[in-house]
């Protein structure tokens, strides 16, 4: 099949490569020419495992191309999907649509014959009815299906998330519209991956539902390591005595900092707005958006707690920026909270991250940047893990204390036992346990 994905960031760069790795011929748009031009080098924009050799491999086999041009690639095409970004509105936390809209005029005004418009980026409740009016409005000649199909993909296990997907949500009432979809899922539908057709408002709602619950879990088990903390329980024998019930399930129950990133801050964000606007609201998500925000923060207060007394002057070492592991992605990472309270605070910050160095950097360039995690633990008063990368899991612990000025580590993520830290002559800070 012919498909064109507008839009080649995380999302559609990732969706492009994957379905040409499944055989089908499709052309990758950006209006970025900097971003084309690097692709085209086999340079990546972002950084996500295994995708460099994905894309590699499928421009070799000539599946796989990028352009500029959206008026040219989406002539004849069998499946056009719609995956530009859809960032939070300033000031008021809606989905800012502006893309989409764009990318739906332009394709209106390009079209040559029938085809599907698919919405890969998540969009609110309702966006594929705007979709498919202005597509009427300005192309009554053609006919056009408009299709919601939203993606579930993590951050750094991108690839295997779309090639192995515990479900594929399909969201159209059109009969034709759903025969391409199943051609587009052809390999994936042949391996038995459930498929889900349903409504396109459903499969709109799907996304942002399945996104707060994720973040309510977190949430959820946050507030349980407080209580735990506070009764003297261990939150990770919580989570795996809730986890083994089939009813709760064992993931998304780990206990942190507070969840970031580019999906969930922005995703309950406007499922709230959308709450709002139809007077209905979630008064469940209302509350996890407000106590992940102050987790954040109390992170910050909970290192300055192990710092002792009189924390201004002393020196603390991050170990982990990135809202999680294997991304360079620092959008709402909580490491930028922590470090802003350390600083408040009169504490210098020295960090190191395996691959968010730079882009840590252009948010917080006053942060002393090292090159591994002895170099910032150097002279440090603590080391704070904030993002479990695997670099972190396995610290040569002694060393470690030899070369800091008072060894203590706060591990927000519970990746140590007390006992070996404790034995490695640390005073040991972790979350809810
Ligand atoms: C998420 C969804 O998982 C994905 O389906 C959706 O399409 C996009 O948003 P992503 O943001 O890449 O993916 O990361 P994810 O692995 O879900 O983690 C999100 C945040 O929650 C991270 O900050 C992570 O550290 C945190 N988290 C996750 C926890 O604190 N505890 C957990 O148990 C799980």
């Not at 919601?148 to 519209?177: H, Q, W, Y």
């Not at 360039?365 to 440090?380: M, S, V």
């Not at 800091?404 to 927000?412: E, K, R, Y």
Request: charged fraction near 25%; proline fraction near 5%.
């Amino acid at each position: 099949m012919r498909i064109t994905m507008i839009g080649s960031g995380y999302v559609g760069l990732v969706s492009g490569a994957c379905f040409a790795d499944f055989g089908h011929d499709v052309i990758c748009v950006d209006k970025d020419e900097g971003k084309i031009a690097a692709l085209e080098a086999g340079r990546m924009p972002i950084y996500e495992p295994g995708l460099e050799a994905l894309v590699a491999t499928n421009v070799a086999a000539g599946r796989l191309t990028f352009t500029t041009d959206l008026a040219a690639s989406v002539a004849g095409v069998d499946a056009i999907f719609i995956a530009v970004g859809t960032p939070s509105r300033r000031g008021d936390g809606h989905a800012d649509l502006s893309y989409v809209f764009a990318a739906t005029e332009e394709i209106a005004a390009a079209v040559t014959g029938p085809t599907v418009v698919v919405t890969k980026s998540t969009v609110p409740v309702g966006t594929g009815d705007k979709v498919e009016a202005i597509l009427r409005e300005k192309r009554p000649d053609v006919a056009v299906a408009v299709v919601s199909n939203p993606e579930f993909l993590r951050e750094g296990a991108a690839i295997g998330d779309f090639k192995r997907p515990d479900r594929i949500v399909i969201g159209t009432d059109d009969e034709a519209a759903r025969k391409v979809m199943r051609g587009v899922y052809r390999p994936l539908y042949l391996n038995e991956s459930p498929i889900l057709f349903t409504g396109r408002r459903t499969s709109e709602l799907i996304k942002y539902a399945a996104n707060a619950f994720l973040a309510t879990k977190i949430t959820f088990i946050n507030e349980i390591a407080d209580l735990c903390e506070a009764v003297g329980a261990n939150v990770q024998d919580v989570s795996r005595g809730i986890g083994l019930d089939n009813r709760i399930g064992a993931k998304f129950l780990h206990a942190g900092p507070g969840y970031g990133g580019s999906c969930f801050p922005k995703d309950t964000l406007a499922l709230l707005k959308t709450a709002e606007d139809f007077e209905s609201p979630v008064h469940i998500v209302e509350a996890v958006v407000k106590v992940n925000d102050s987790r954040k923060r109390a992170m910050g207060r909970k290192v300055l707690h192990a710092l002792g007394d009189s924390p201004k002057g002393k020196t603390v070492a991050l170990l982990g920026l990135t809202f999680k592991p294997n991304t360079d992605d620092m959008r709402d990472a909580p490491s930028i909270a922590i470090a802003q309270a350390l600083r408040d605070a009169g504490v210098t910050v020295r960090a190191y991250d395996p691959e968010g160095i730079e882009p840590a950097r252009r948010m917080m360039p006053e942060l002393t940047y090292c090159k591994d995690a002895y170099e910032a633990a150097a002279g440090a008063d603590a080391v704070v893990i904030v993002t479990e990368w695997d670099a972190f899991r396995a610290l040569d612990l002694p060393k470690l204390a030899s070369i800091m000025t008072a060894p203590v580590l706060v591990d927000l993520r519970n990746v140590y036992r007390r006992d070996d830290v404790e034995g490695a002559g640390f005073a040991y800070t972790a979350v809810g346990r």
